[in-house]
């Protein structure tokens, strides 16, 4: 009874080292390459509102730490 616990512990181990490197060679082998894709400017709003203009990003940038 002690040797059928064994080949059994042994081969849950067994099969889930086996699940283990399954997961992992899937992981690693499914690095596909997506072409960028440019999203469309949005439109500029009409009036005087809140404008992100090339001056503005630059400020943001200046201000991060």
């Known amino acids: 009874m002690a040797e059928q616990k ?3 512990r042994r081969s849950f181990f067994a099969g889930l080292g086996l699940a283990a490197a399954a997961g992992v060679a899937a992981k690693l082998s499914s690095t596909t390459v997506l072409p960028d894709v440019a999203a ?8 005087d509102s809140y404008r992100l203009t090339e001056h503005i990003k630059k400020y943001y940038r200046t201000t991060t730490i």
């Open 6 to 8: 064994k080949i059994a």
């Open 40 to 47: 469309p400017a949005p439109a500029e709003p009409a009036g």
